[in-house]
């Protein structure tokens, strides 16, 4: 019998820790099925900050390496650097970029540094115990806005995709979703265009991935994912927000 769905060999056969429903798996998958087509898993490093997703090291099947919270984007400048050859990743949840790491991400983008990030924004703090991140939309529960995130006290939703296109050493800056198999399938384009980029070496390029987090949010899985199309993406449009040619 031919087999038509298998486990990419980019990624390996240690099981996700992440809970049921969250959907930091099926982003996994993604990456690891580009990093396999397009054959640079002997190439590619990964860099995996503090969160949800910091043991991602163990699920990506090529080399890894660990940064402090919020610090990817400056570690994985350096390894790019030192190794301008390698493909470089980080890995990172909205907790730490759009929060503890945003001076990181901002002057990465700023400077063109040559690397892919993969960003999830599911508007929680995920590993902590669900408080209210930098995204957390208005009005929104968390276990620090008990009463729902209100703008007077606490800001509104930072758009961390539409700050960075504004940035000259910005590439490819897109916002895509993991809700349903269509936007799955558009996600994995992205994905997949984003790594090309670094190939072609052109300059920073980030995919924000729109994800749920039935736990935090207190939904069912399927529930969540209804949540995220219903409430997420309204604040949080899906677009392409910068598709240049980079800085050679």
Known sequence: METIFKRTNGLTEIPFHY???CTHGIVHR???EVLEELDILDKA???APVGCSVFAYNYFNCDAHEAAHGRAPAVATGIKRVLPDNIVFTYQGDGDLASIGTAEIVHAAMRGEKITVIFINNAIYGMTGGQMAPTTLAGQKATT???????????????MSEMLSTLDGACY????????PAHIRKAK?????????????????MIEVLSSCPTNWG?????????LETNMIPYYPLNVF??????K
């Open 19 to 21: 809970c049921p429903g």
């Open 45 to 47: 490093i990964a860099v």
């Open 145 to 159: 806005a008990p009463y729902g995130r209100d703008p007077e006290h606490c800001g509104y939703p930072i758009r």
């Open 242 to 247: 910068k598709d240049t040619e980079g800085v």
């Open 173 to 180: 800056i897109e916002r895509v979703s993991v809700h349903n």
């Open 189 to 205: 384009k992205a994905i997949k265009k984003a790594f090309q980029n670094q190939i072609d070496k052109k300059g920073f390029s």
């Open 219 to 227: 939904l069912a899985p399927k529930e969540a994912l209804d949540w």
């Open 30 to 32: 993604l990456v690891g």
